[in-house]
């Protein structure tokens, strides 16, 4: 789905650059690399705070404890995602509510969202590779909670 090789071909000396500086300074964590990320981040959203975490997994398990949710609390996920994404709501003690995605788009299944949809205050959305999925949100206007990991 990714061409890593390729996307790195086209910025290779930038990127080895990079990480021979950190190697150098031996700065490895909230070094000034990691730091010009964030700004430069931050700058490019628009918005006041990005945090950078060491993984894909972690940014998850950050965004989940940011939310302040509780054991039982509903968290509704794609079958079609990274083991990632189910396990960091298990290992917060959260209910991860599985949903099935469709066969031609891999997008969650739309009438399968609707099913698993409940009254529950904390019912949040996980998304991953659902783009259709989150236009179908906001189009509705679901007043749930929404991550979204690419
Ligand atoms: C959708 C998704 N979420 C989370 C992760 C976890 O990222 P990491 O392996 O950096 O912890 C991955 C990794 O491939 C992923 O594809």
């Known amino acids: 789905m990714v061409d890593l090789k390729s996307q790195y071909e086209k910025?290779?000396?930038d990127v080895n650059a990079g990480i021979q500086e950190v190697i150098?300074?031996?700065t490895f964590i909230k070094g000034g690399k990691v730091n010009e990320f964030q700004k430069n981040l931050e700058a490019y959203l628009?918005?006041?705070h990005v945090i950078p975490t060491g993984n894909g997994t972690d940014a998850l398990q950050i965004a989940l404890?940011?939310?302040?949710l509780k054991p039982g609390d509903e968290v509704i996920t794609p079958t079609f995602t990274f083991i990632a994404t189910a396990e960091v709501?298990?290992?917060?003690g959260l209910t991860p509510v599985v949903v099935d995605v469709e066969e031609d788009t891999f997008n969650m299944d739309i009438e399968a969202v609707k099913r698993a949809i409940t009254p529950k205050p904390k019912q949040l959305f996980q998304f991953t590779y659902s783009?259709?999925?989150l236009i179908w949100m906001l189009f509705y206007n679901w007043q749930k909670k929404i991550i979204y990991t690419l």
């Open 11 to 13: 910025i290779r000396e």
């Open 24 to 26: 150098d300074t031996t």
């Open 46 to 48: 628009g918005v006041k």
């Open 65 to 68: 404890m940011a939310l302040g």
């Open 89 to 92: 709501v298990a290992l917060l």
């Open 131 to 133: 783009v259709k999925m």
